[in-house]
């Protein structure tokens, strides 16, 4: 049987299906374009979906799909998925950006010139019979200035290529660099001022919060007379009525667009019936080799997830680059581990995790290591499944405050991860570290240096520190039949209270727990597991 089932809800490549095809470890159903109804009534037998712009992903669908691990979009956009809820659900969000890049920068500039020609226009006329050549008296593109909103992969293509016709480049990105612009020979400028220079403007942003409604009455209003836009990226980042009226008042003299706010257009919309409008349906990224490569990438990246072998473009994890992954995962347990340490030790409802992380090879890493620390710490108390995806939002939905901090005190060891964590009248403070790079230890408990494996079932027990205790201890446990695997204890002045740390080959019941603890000296037992 199958290890895997993947639903296709969009078209996919040949190439792309072939590859599915040769998965012998996955069955797949194509299911063109389901209703929201009946996807949700399939969704529950899949472990990953694979859609493009017309399936949307929402916190309903997601709600139906106890088995979903990995959603894949084959192309760019991500608007049409619920990222968050996704991530609360543990669910991995792919794409693949990149795979269309060029087809749809050559859509833009297709555009820019059917707009600036008429092609479309005078195509329909000859068809029609007529030979109106003075109807159609176009502009050039040469020495005009071109204003990119949005200087991503797209943006850049699309300004070479209108570099290309001699067009003055100027963008508007915050995101982006001076020295970056300087280099692909393009002007940065604030959005007031593309508006006000720009003869062409091509909206390549991706839709956001910030970008969505950007071109409207007021900006419209704030363009250059006989202005002429094109927008391949999303219609959402345009108010359709507000171009309508520009290009009904003359202020606009063309728009081409390739995407719309409602998809597939509606019938009536006055798009369809303007003169000096340029449509088509959403069709950018649709060439032979955008396609394939979309196709084939998205189904590479869903198999090599859901086989965990590697997050390529995953938009919601940690750590999405397959090698960094690999050289940090022995790392990742590691803080897994000191994560459930924590939170089997802690003796409250934890409120905040502050993590620091010492050496060269961590350092940069916080991030993920963090989210790792945070799946352990969730995982004992969680009725979810907790992973790499959802673990930092579930701590937000229990409040709890997690910050990467700096100067906690901690041994000098050269890879360390500490994380202190807060509760109601009280903190702990644990470090851990790796021996041999590969099995993980904790070496610090709070003012304690210590030398324990993490792993397995360990009995922490705190004593104050007097003579033969630690004998006594060993000898109830020997005569109750725990086996005893390892044991550190820490040796300091008689009378202090200490942490230590036995790892038992199989847990002590809760009747040996509860008779040890009543022994002279002992202060607090937990049994933990790791
Ligand atoms: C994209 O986001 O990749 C393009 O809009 C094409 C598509 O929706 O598939």
Known sequence: ??????????????????????????????????????????????DALIIRSSSRVDADLLAAAPRLKVVGRAGMGLDNVDIDAASLRGVIVMNTPGANTIATAEHTVALLLALCRHVPQADASLRAGEWARSEFLGVQLYGKTLGIVGLGRVGVQVARRAQSFEMDVIAFDPYI?????????VTLVDLDGLLAQSDFISLNAALTPETRGL??????????RGVRLVNCARGALGDEVALVDGLRSGHVAGIALDVFAQEPLPADSPLRSLPNVVITPHIAANTVEAQRDVGTQI????????????????????????????????????????????????EGPIKRVEVECHGDE???????????????????????????????????????????????????????????????????????????????????????????????????????????LMGRVGTFLAEHNVNIAEWWLGRTAAGIQIPSFINLDVPASPEVLAKLVQMEGVVNVRQVML
């Open 1 to 46: 049987m199958a290890a895997y089932r993947i639903l296709v809800t969009d078209d996919l490549s040949p190439q792309a299906i072939e590859r599915l095809q040769a998965a012998d470890d996955v069955s797949f159903d194509v299911v063109r374009r389901p209703s929201k109804g009946t996807l949700e009534g399939i969704i529950p037998d899949y």
């Open 177 to 185: 660099s001076d020295e970056v612009a300087r280099e692909l020979r």
């Open 215 to 224: 071109i409207n009455a007021l900006t419209i209003a704030r363009m250059k």
């Open 299 to 346: 189904v590479d990246q869903v198999l090599a997830a859901l086989r965990g072998q590697d997050f390529r473009n995953a938009v919601n994890m940690p750590v999405a680059d397959a090698n960094v992954f690999q050289a940090l995962k022995p790392y990742l347990r590691l803080a897994e581990k000191l994560g459930s340490l924590q939170m089997q030790l802690s």
């Open 362 to 468: 961590l350092v940069d890493h916080v991030k993920p290591l963090t989210v790792a620390l945070l799946k352990g710490l969730l995982d004992p108390i969680s009725d979810t499944p907790v992973n790499y995806i959802n673990a930092p939002h579930l701590a937000l939905q229990r409040g709890i405050s997690v910050s990467e901090t700096k100067g906690l005190p901690a041994p000098n060891y050269a890879d360390l991860i500490s994380c202190r964590v807060v509760w109601d009248g009280g903190e702990r403070l644990i470090s851990g570290s790796l021996l041999g790079h590969e099995l993980p230890r904790v070496v610090q408990i709070d003012e304690f240096r210590v030398s324990a494996e993490l792993e397995g079932v360990i009995l922490v027990v705190e004593v104050i520190s007097m003579s033969g």
